[in-house]
């Protein structure tokens, strides 16, 4: 089945110790999101990649970076994870953005010690 | 900029009693609707969506949203609720805005059945 998915599941990082989350679509959407979701909260679009051109939202922290090397995959790369970084972060994809809703993956986990 | 707002942060429902979540939108121009749901640690998935048309949409599992313009609404109902419903159902609104559409989340509801 064509799917998103996220690796790994659960993620244990030390403070201030750079981490790497994957996300790896079999779906040929030309879309990749990055969402940041805390505690009984909403999902927060942290940036999005169009094919190649990459969109930052405004209030993304310059901690938070991403790749994509092809189609298929996308990183999330924290540079210097804190403590308030510890969340569920959530890959998503869609033929075009917003339109005809996205698939997301399983989510990471991630906690910081 | 829209907006999404679930008022109901939980609800509690009876197995095969009916539920409605609730979900209302602003936005001065018009907009694509979506419900998802969400398991436990687990990714969301897409219930439902409204782009145009019947404004009744029906969705997987027995769910089914009613888009009201003029109400600003777009609500989830199921007519018979069961234990594998308990999940957290988030809303969200899709706008054109700074050259595409831009999807905001609601805050979510979350859904509790009891046996």
């Known amino acids: 089945d064509a799917m998103v998915i996220q690796n790994p599941r659960y993620q244990v990082t030390q403070f201030g110790k750079p981490v790497t989350l994957s996300c790896s679509q079999t779906l040929n959407h030309n879309v990749m999101y990055w969402y940041q979701q805390k505690s009984s909260q909403a999902p927060k679009l942290l940036f999005h990649?169009?094919?190649?051109?990459?969109?930052n939202e405004a209030d993304t922290p310059d901690n938070f970076q991403s790749r994509r090397p092809n189609t298929s995959f996308c990183f999330l790369d924290i540079r210097s994870p804190g403590l308030g970084d510890a969340a569920m972060y959530l890959c998503?994809?869609?033929?075009?953005?917003?339109?005809?809703?996205?698939?997301f993956g399983s989510g990471t986990r991630l906690t910081v010690v | 900029a829209q907006s999404v707002t679930q008022l109901d942060s939980q609800v509690p429902v009876f197995e095969e009693a009916p539920v409605e979540l609730r979900c209302n939108y602003s936005s001065s121009v018009s907009v694509y609707l979506f419900w998802y749901v969400q398991y436990p640690n687990q990714g969301l998935q897409l219930l439902l969506k409204?782009?145009?048309?019947?404004?009744l949409v029906k969705g997987i599992n027995g769910f089914e949203a009613e888009f009201n313009k003029s109400q600003t609404s777009f609500h989830l109902r199921k007519p018979s609720v069961h234990i594998s419903d308990t999940a957290e159902y988030f809303c969200?609104?899709?706008?054109?805005?700074?050259?595409?559409?831009?999807?905001?989340f609601g805050t979510g509801t979350k859904l509790q059945v009891i046996p």
């Open positions: 998503a994809t869609s033929r075009a953005r917003g339109t005809y809703g996205y698939t």
């Open positions: 990649y169009y094919d190649k051109d990459f969109n």
């Open positions: 409204y782009l145009s048309g019947s404004t």
């Open positions: 969200a609104v899709s706008v054109y805005s700074g050259g595409y559409q831009k999807v905001t």
